[in-house]
T-cell receptor, first 114, second 119 residues
Framework: DGGITQSPKYLFRKEGQNVTLSCEQN?????MYWYRQDPGQGLRLIYY???????QKGDIAEGYSVSREKKESFPLTVTSAQKNPTAFYLC?????????????FGEGSRLTVL | AQKITQTQPGMFVQEKEAVTLDCTYD???????LFWYKQPSSGEMIFLIY??????QNATEGRYSLNFQKARKSANLVISASQLGDSAMYFC????????????????FGQGTILTVHP
C-alpha cells in the first residue's frame, strides 16, 4: 500500500543527544514536510523540501536539520541545540501541482527528552 | 504572511445533530487552497475536505461540507448527523500558491478545535 512511514513511533532521549527521525514515502510525491505539534496545539512547520537536494526552513527550524538525498526519504535530526525538543513530530508529503494540494501524513513520532 | 484562525478551542454536540467549526484566514494571494483535517487521539492526521479559492461551489464530502465565504475569508466546516467517532481535534489549514501561481507552497495550520460528541 502507498503511504508514509515514520519511525520510530516513540523515542526517548537524554539531554545533549542528537536523534534522527525517519520519514519514507512511496507516493512519488515531490514535496515533503516536517511539522511539530505540542500538546493541545496546532502544527508548526519545521522544514520542507519541494525537490531532491533542496529544502527550506519553516517557522521553527532552529535546532533541527534535514537532508533530502532521495525523493522517497526526508529524515529530521533533532540536535542538542533544540531547547525544548519534547513533542509530537509529523512528516507529510504531497503533490505541488494539480487539482488539490492535499498533504498525506505519517502516523507521527513522539519524542521525549529525559 | 498567511494566517489561519480557529476561535473555538472546544465544541460539544449531541449525537445525530449538526455542528459548525469556524475557520477564518488571511492572505493576499488570489490562488490558494483550504483544507480540513481530523486528528483522533491516536495522532494521525486524516484529510476531510478541500476547497480551492476559485471554486464557485462549496465542497462536500459525505457528511462534511465546507461553507466557503470568500469575501469574509471564512471556511467553516459543517458536520451533519454527528457520530461518536467524530470526537477528535479538527484543524483548518491553507496552502498558498508559490510565486508564479503554478504550484503550491507550504501548508499552514490553525490552532485546532476539539470536538466532543455526546450520546
Amino acid at each position: 500500500d502507498g503511504g508514509i512511514t515514520q519511525s520510530p513511533k516513540y523515542l526517548f532521549r537524554k539531554e545533549g543527544q542528537n536523534v534522527t527521525l525517519s520519514c519514507e514515502q512511496n507516493l512519488n510525491h515531490d514535496a515533503m514536510y516536517w511539522y511539530r505539534q505540542d500538546p493541545g496545539q496546532g502544527l508548526r512547520l519545521i522544514y520542507y523540501s519541494q525537490i531532491v537536494n533542496d529544502f527550506q526552513k519553516g517557522d521553527i527550524a532552529e535546532g533541527y536539520s534535514v537532508s533530502r538525498e532521495k525523493k522517497e526519504s526526508f529524515p529530521l535530526t533533532v540536535t542538542s541545540a533544540q531547547k525544548n525538543p519534547t513533542a509530537f513530530y509529523l512528516c507529510a508529503s504531497g503533490e505541488d501541482r494539480g487539482r488539490s494540494g492535499e498533504l498525506f501524513f505519517g502516523e507521527g513520532s513522539r519524542l521525549t527528552v529525559l | 504572511a498567511q494566517k489561519i484562525t480557529q476561535t473555538q478551542p472546544g465544541m460539544f454536540v449531541q449525537e445525530k445533530e449538526a455542528v459548525t467549526l469556524d475557520c477564518t484566514y488571511d492572505t493576499s494571494d488570489q490562488s490558494y487552497g483550504l483544507f480540513w483535517y481530523k486528528q483522533p487521539s491516536s495522532g494521525e492526521m486524516i484529510f476531510l475536505i478541500y476547497q480551492g479559492s476559485y471554486d464557485e461551489q462549496n465542497a462536500t464530502e459525505g457528511r462534511y461540507s465546507l461553507n466557503f465565504q470568500k469575501a469574509r475569508k471564512s471556511a467553516n466546516l459543517v458536520i451533519s448527523a454527528s457520530q461518536l467517532g467524530d470526537s477528535a481535534m479538527y484543524f483548518c489549514a491553507m496552502r498558498e500558491a508559490n510565486a508564479g501561481g503554478t504550484s503550491y507552497g507550504k501548508l499552514t495550520f490553525g490552532q485546532g478545535t476539539i470536538l466532543t460528541v455526546h450520546p
